[in-house]
């Protein structure tokens, strides 16, 4: 595993992610804008993605536990850690 970077939440990710892992996170971000409208005490604002390379894919990861993955064929999946 390659550690990568972090940025935060609605603002640009880094160079160099697939076009289908960035269109991953724009839809994972709207929901978040819905979220952090009807909620603002969540402290979504204040949420960081974290990337990491896996066998030479993209992992990114958002605070509260959803993740983006590349499998090996290329397809794109996104999870929600949902600890309740």
Do not use: H, K
């Amino acid at each position: 595993m390659q550690l990568g970077t972090r940025w935060s939440v609605w603002r640009p990710p880094p160079a160099g992610l697939p076009e289908s892992v960035l269109a991953a996170i724009t839809s994972v971000e709207a929901e978040l804008t819905t979220l952090a409208a009807a909620n603002p005490e969540a402290g979504v604002a204040e949420w960081r993605w974290t990337l990491t390379w896996l066998e030479g894919r993209p992992v990114v990861e958002l605070d509260d536990g959803t993740t983006i993955r590349v499998d090996a064929l290329g397809s794109v999946t996104v999870t929600v850690d949902s600890d309740d």
